[in-house]
């Protein structure tokens, strides 16, 4: 990306400024504190997290970025309660978090619905579970599926779904047990572009109309600077924070916000955190022995 006088990504207008301010003073939903996360794998002891401090407040969206392997998904399946944390804390309103509960909800990159169930059926499953009587169920059911525009497929199975309509119902079905956070894990990242596309912007919707904070894990670096209020950008090796950002875009977002100076700005100083160019390894290159005479150059100009 060529920086043509791009602002610099901290500088704020007095709106964003102010916008941040009230974030700040709202209750902190879930806290994460000196987290540290240790595998025994076959070659040895791997520190997939080191020593992570977040703060997450009420109604914020913070996404998550950083390179393969540095933990993200480690990270998330410790705030949902899906695995321990070696050393440290998290804590969901006050409370510690020991296990999975109604109050986290998830979605996944790989659609996770239960296949033999319908659309209703598969949002009435956490309900029921959760001790709701049956028509109190289907009518909840029926309302999340109107929300997100598939009342014509309530009885449809998740074969007979594209992708995204799957993921819509993924979304509904976690936030029908009305959790106070939900966690998602690069949920459109098996998506198409325009797809995925309409789905940040039915996601942002949802955001803005329902009380729910939003953790939200991606490898897009456009998709975190459009939906995000914050970005956790962490290294890997061990993952560790490398820098919490403060989204300079003005909320609510659009589109065209894309090729704003400010937009641009953060997406190029992520991509310098996650890309530092004096850090290229060998990885970074093809072992491949030229195969084509010589002058058969096709990156040269004929
Ligand atoms: N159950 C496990 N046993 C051993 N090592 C694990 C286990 N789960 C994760 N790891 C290791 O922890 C590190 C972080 O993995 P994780 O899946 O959290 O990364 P990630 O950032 O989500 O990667 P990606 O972007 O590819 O999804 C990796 O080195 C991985 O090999
Ligand atoms: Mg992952």
Redesign the pocket.
Known sequence: MSDFNLPDYKQQSPEVRDRFERLKQRPVTMEVKGLT?T???HHGE?T??KNIDLKIHKREFVCVI????????????ILAGL?QASAGQVLLDGEAVTRPGPERGMVFQGYTLFPWLTVKRNIMFGLIESGMNKNHAEAEAREWIELIGLGKFENSYPHQLSGGMKQRVAIARALANRPKILLM??PFGALDAQTRAKMQAYLMEIWKNIDVTVFF?T?DLDEAVYLADRILV?K??P?EVQELIEVPVPQPRNPEQFLSPEFLATKKHIEELIHPPSEESDDDHLNLVRMVPVNDDVGSVF
């Not at 393969?68 to 399946?77: E, F, M, Q, V």
């Open positions: 996360k595998f025994n794998s791997v997939a997290l950083g390179p393969s392997g540095c933990g993200k998904s480690t990270l998330i399946r695995e894990d690069e894990i490898h962490l890997a090796n993952g």
